[in-house]
């Protein structure tokens, strides 16, 4: 049975002790604009690569992917500091450093974008 319990308002996830960060709900507008940046940016990267380095870009895709769903999701965070311990305003740049942490990357990944294949699972169970 295909569960419809989406979350209509925005929310937190906890994603490392003492790190939080609101999101807004994963709908597929928001799948759909990720997929079209992240598409957009390997295209550039692959523009920019000499002919040995062409088949990694599956990877890259889905690396951007994950980065640019964290972009148009996040819409605050508690617990995300410079080097100094000043908290960071959210940006996409500041976004993008903390999903370079891959325990992050992983963790958002895991818990905000891979419930969407858990439903999926589901419906077609």
């Known amino acids: 049975m295909l569960r419809l319990g989406l979350k209509k308002?925005?929310?937190w996830l906890d994603l490392l002790k003492g790190v939080?960060?609101?999101v807004r709900p994963l709908t597929?507008?928001?799948?759909?604009?990720a997929r079209v940046?992240?598409?957009k940016a390997v295209e550039k990267c692959e523009s920019e690569k000499t002919a040995e380095d062409q088949n990694g870009s599956?990877?890259?895709f889905a690396e951007l992917f994950i980065k640019k769903i964290a972009q148009e999701a996040i819409i605050a965070w508690e617990g995300v500091g410079d080097s100094e311990g000043q908290e960071l305003p959210v940006t996409p740049e500041h976004i993008e450093a903390l999903m370079n942490?891959?325990?992050?990357?992983d963790a958002f990944d895991i818990q905000y974008y891979r419930?969407?294949?858990l439903l999926?699972?589901?419906k077609n169970a």
Do not use: C
């Open 20 to 22: 939080r960060i609101q």
């Open 9 to 11: 308002e925005p929310y």
């Open 120 to 122: 999926d699972q589901e």
């Open 115 to 117: 419930k969407i294949e």
């Open 37 to 39: 940046e992240a598409a």
């Open 28 to 33: 597929t507008p928001l799948v759909m604009a």
């Open 101 to 105: 942490l891959h325990y992050v990357y």
């Open 58 to 60: 599956n990877v890259i």
